[in-house]
């Protein structure tokens, strides 16, 4: 009798670990072929295989660099792989990117934190009608028109803080600039620096985004905890270490639910001369709230508010910063672009302040923008989807519940799109058509489609506005002292955070 009952559970575990799995290989393998390269990973190897490169290889920690290595090998389409049970598929083709992202409604993205508090009512997480509501409400905010408002307020940040730039801490300095900015552009320019025990709000934000991003890689507890029971992970077993993460969570959503209940209390108090005043994201979206009169809805939608806040702190800040870090990288690197492009800023932009109409005049800073942004893309690889249903991506046939990864960073190798495509040659995108065979899903350091980056105007006229101020002012060095190399945190980032040493121009 138990030699059965052994039979039927061994046979239920090969079937779910390996025959599933495996036929579903098989089948997209004898489909396309060479397109089609898979991988197949026995009870979790690929997860050991992940911890165990995280802990060994601290100069070279792209986790990226082995799919690198077989794409540029291989040149597949996709790339198929298992976690346990669970398919992952990787396109790389931008054919099939480009149903994939027109068709976002078939995938639900996976957030990385894996926490209801956070992220998951934000837009960037967010799902269907919840999604289109908030999208819709906030986009005329991140047109130029709108952003235009926000220059003088960039500058003025910029330049207070700018004098006083760390060069122990390079990539520190930046965020603080680019997390007041989002700050601002949510609670409105008078508010100030909000802070935490001494760290400022969005330093907070980005720790605490990171240490809950990473502890799936660093802890193999955590990890498979979080395969099994999902966004309950947290609340399971928790170590000492996750006890603290948690404790943080609370405490800062406190600081920022007390931020927006003053704000709907001085809306209600004023009598609804402020409600038409859309100067920042919160009165547009405490304009909805108070529109609510159910007392459930309310406080659901509260909830929504906080995320919506950590949600845009958590997408805008640091990606932008990163990119700020690797521009500052690159102008290092090669001496010759930064004394181009200081002269175009000196040429164009003779105040300190940096306006829009000038702003449109620096070609070859946006060129070089561009270019950093096509090989070191802070936002590398986008989300990870599930799919929701069953649905075909022109001929190729992904089931519910298979991770799809839209790998566009894979493009960048392509020498069908980009001549030289290995080389750092800002200059690339001052020709008239910089992109060979275009489908405009080449080139996609925002995503596209529905669901691109709602803020990707907002940061661009960001990056260009520092780096003015930047260039203006300082001589941009490379630091001989410390070793480089390219780190996925939550971004694709350079390490260490002072690579580059400013000098002050005299
Ligand atoms: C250099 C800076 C930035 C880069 C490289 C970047 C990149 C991206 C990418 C690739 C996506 C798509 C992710 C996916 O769905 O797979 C995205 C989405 C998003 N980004 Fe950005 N982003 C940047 C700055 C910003 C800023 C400044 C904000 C706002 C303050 C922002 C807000 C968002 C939001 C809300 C979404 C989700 C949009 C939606 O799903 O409808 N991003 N970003
Ligand atoms: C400049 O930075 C130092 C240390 O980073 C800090 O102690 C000081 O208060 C800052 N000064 C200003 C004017 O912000
Ligand atoms: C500040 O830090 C102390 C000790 O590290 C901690 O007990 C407290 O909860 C923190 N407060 C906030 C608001 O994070
Ligand atoms: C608000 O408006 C009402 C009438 O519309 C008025 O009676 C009341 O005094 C106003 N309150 C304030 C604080 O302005
Ligand atoms: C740009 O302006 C700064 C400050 O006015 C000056 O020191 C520098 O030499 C100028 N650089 C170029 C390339 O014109
Ligand atoms: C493409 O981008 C990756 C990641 O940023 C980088 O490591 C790689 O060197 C790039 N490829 C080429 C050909 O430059
Ligand atoms: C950089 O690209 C431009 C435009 O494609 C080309 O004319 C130039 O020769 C390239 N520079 C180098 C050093 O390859």
């Known amino acids: ?165 760390s060069n122990e801490n390079v990539l520190s300095s930046l965020q603080s600039i680019t997390g007041l900015i989002v700050i601002k552009s949510f609670f409105g320019i008078q508010t100030d620096q909000i802070y935490i025990n001494n760290t400022e709000l969005q330093v907070e934000i980005a720790n605490i985004m990171n240490e809950m991003g990473y502890m799936r890689f660093k802890s193999q507890i955590q990890s498979t905890k979080r395969l099994i029971f999902g966004t309950k992970a947290w609340k399971i077993f928790p170590t000492k270490e996750e006890k603290k993460l948690l404790q943080r969570v609370k405490d800062m959503r406190l600081i920022v639910e007390n931020l927006v209940q003053q704000r709907i209390k001085y809306f209600e108090d004023s009598n609804n001369s402020q409600i038409n005043n859309n100067e920042n994201f919160l009165n547009i979206l405490v304009n909805e709230y108070l529109k609510i009169k159910n007392k459930k809805q309310q406080e659901t939608t509260l909830d929504q508010i906080i995320q919506e806040f950590i949600t845009l702190q958590f997408a805008g800040t640091d990606t932008t910063a ?118 405009n899903f080449i080139y996609m350091p925002f995503s596209a489609g529905p669901r691109n980056c709602i803020g990707s105007q907002m940061a661009l006229l960001e990056v260009k506005i520092i780096l003015g101020q930047i260039l203006k002012r300082y001589q941009i060095m490379i630091n001989k002292n410390v070793e480089v190399s390219w780190e996925i945190h939550f971004n694709h980032q350079l390490s260490p955070t002072n690579a580059v040493i400013l000098n002050k121009i005299k």
């Not at 670990?17 to 089609?36: A, H, N, S």
Request: aromatic share 14%; charged share 25%; net charge positive.
């Open 1 to 165: 009798m138990i030699i059965y009952v052994l039979y039927a559970v061994l046979g239920l575990i090969s079937y779910l670990f390996v025959i599933k799995p495996l036929t579903e290989m098989i089948r997209l393998k004898l489909q396309f072929g060479k397109d089609c390269k898979i991988s197949f990973n026995f009870f979790g190897k690929e997860i050991y295989d992940q911890l165990k490169e995280t802990k060994e290889s601290k100069n070279e920690r792209d986790i990226f660099n082995k799919q690198k290595t077989a794409y540029n090998k291989y040149q597949y389409k996709f790339f198929m792989t298992n976690m346990l049970w669970i398919i992952r598929i990787s396109i790389a083709d931008p054919l099939y990117q480009k149903e994939a992202l027109l068709n976002h409604q078939l995938y639900q993205k996976v957030d990385p934190v894996c926490h209801n508090d956070l992220l998951s009512k934000g837009l960037m997480w967010s799902k269907g009608e919840q999604w289109k509501k908030q999208r819709l409400l906030l986009s005329s905010s991140f047109e130029f028109d709108s952003l235009k408002k926000k220059v003088p307020m960039i500058n003025e940040i910029t330049q207070s803080k700018i004098d006083n730039f």
């Open 322 to 439: 990163v990119l700020l870090y690797h521009c500052l990288y690159f102008l290092a690197y090669y001496p010759q672009a930064q004394e181009e492009i200081r002269r175009e800023i000196n040429e164009s932009c003779p105040s300190s302040y940096i306006n829009e109409n000038e702003i449109n005049n620096l070609k070859k800073l946006s060129a070089f923008i561009n270019e950093v942004l096509r090989l070191k893309n802070p936002a590398m690889r986008p989300i990870i989807r599930v799919a929701t249903q069953d649905h075909k991506l022109k001929d190729l046939k992904i089931k519910k519940g298979w991770l799809v990864c839209i790998d566009y960073f894979l493009q960048n190798q392509s020498e069908k799109h980009f001549d030289n495509a290995g080389q750092f040659n800002y200059t690339r995108w001052l020709q008239d058509k910089p992109i060979k065979e275009d489908n």
